[in-house]
């Protein structure tokens, strides 16, 4: 199944999307006989209880009984969990990893390999497709990230990487903006990225159940891995490519890591980290450093207002943003005189 969230009369609600049409869950219900929430977190709470009745209107929407639907460009389109309990965004990927550690003229650490690591993102600066309004410091550098997310299904505490899989309600495409500058001048002080990252994570366009993703997965001793072919585009050029399958710690190792001695809600996000060569830090930082051994000049590429950042996963969909500037600038050395 692919849910989406979407707006109707001002307010969310939730649907499932097929062949470009988006059907009401809660109307789809109705029309059955069956009572199903209007939102997503409302699903997520009972996720065991409301799977079984939405995999049952999701087989009439196959088999074309569903009167009622709109088409896709009839709605907007929000991200799959517009309101998430939290959002968490892990390391997984070793590629990116390395290559963000060699840009800065540092060996590989060695932790990476002992524990997957995380850090808490803003929950409440959510987006889906569309328009993202950043502000002029955020253009200092601005960066996409190329990522997959999970969102859990059901509550646990202390969730063991055998059965975390199980705890897993979909898979959505996630974009991590961040604003380089702000982030690397913050994180000189130790403390994890705030500032650089707290303004905008896309989701979406869809929150995809396993049960879609079957012929794509890969069996492991610590959780699912899936072939997903991950892929980049600014301003409708291709600038990255990689695959879901190499992320060197799994969701549910990640998930195990999250929960521990920590409950786990429904409705919480966790992202994978950014595959390899899937921003433009590291992009820009393998390209300087092989022309620099060239004798070359470089000159770094980076978001602007008005560019356009698509990001697409295999069974996933593509998630397309456009940047728009806000011109709204804050200098606290200016403040402090």
């Not at 049952?56 to 517009?82: R, S």
């Not at 253009?139 to 990230?145: I, V």
Request: net charge negative; with cysteine; aromatic share 10%.
């Amino acid at each position: 199944m692919k849910f989406v969230t979407y707006k109707r009369a001002g307010e969310d609600r939730l649907g499932l999307y097929h062949k470009s049409r988006v059907y009401d869950l809660q109307d789809a219900g109705t029309q059955l006989g069956l009572v199903l929430p209007s939102t997503i977190l409302e699903y997520l709470n009972s996720n065991e209880k409301f799977y079984p009745l939405a995999l049952k209107i999701n087989k009439e929407i196959l088999n074309d009984k569903i009167e009622y639907f709109f088409e896709e460009d009839q709605v907007k389109l929000l991200a799959p969990v517009p309101h998430p309990t939290s959002c968490r965004d892990g390391y997984a990927f070793r590629q990116h990893a390395e290559s963000a550690r060699r840009i800065r003229g540092l060996e590989m650490i060695q932790e990476f390999d002992q524990f997957p690591v995380f850090y808490f993102s803003n929950h409440n600066a959510v987006f889906g497709e569309g328009n993202i309004y950043v502000e002029d410091d955020h253009l200092q550098k601005l960066d996409f990230e190329l990522e997959a997310a999970v969102v859990i299904g059901r509550k646990g505490k202390n969730i063991q990487a055998e059965e975390a899989d199980s705890f897993i309600a979909g898979y959505m495409i996630m974009n991590d903006f961040s604003a380089r500058k702000l982030q690397s001048d913050e994180m000189k002080l130790n403390l994890g990225p705030a500032k650089g990252k707290d303004f905008a994570t896309a989701f979406g366009p869809w929150l995809v159940t396993t049960d879609e993703l079957e012929e794509f997965k890969i069996l492991s001793a610590a959780g699912a891995r899936y072939s997903l072919k991950m892929k980049a585009y600014h301003n409708g050029k291709l600038i990255s490519e990689g695959n879901l399958k190499d992320m060197n710690w799994t969701f549910a190792e990640i998930i195990e890591r999250a929960s521990y001695g920590a409950e786990l809600l429904p409705g919480d996000v966790i992202g994978s980290g950014t595959v390899g060569t899937g921003c433009y830090l590291e992009l820009n930082g393998t390209r300087a450093l092989e022309a620099k051994v060239r004798g070359e000049d470089f000159r770094p590429v980076w978001l602007l207002g008005g560019d356009t950042i698509e990001l697409e996963i295999t069974g996933l969909g593509r998630l397309k943003n456009k940047i728009v500037r806000t011109q709204h600038s804050y200098s606290i050395l200016s403040k402090k005189k």
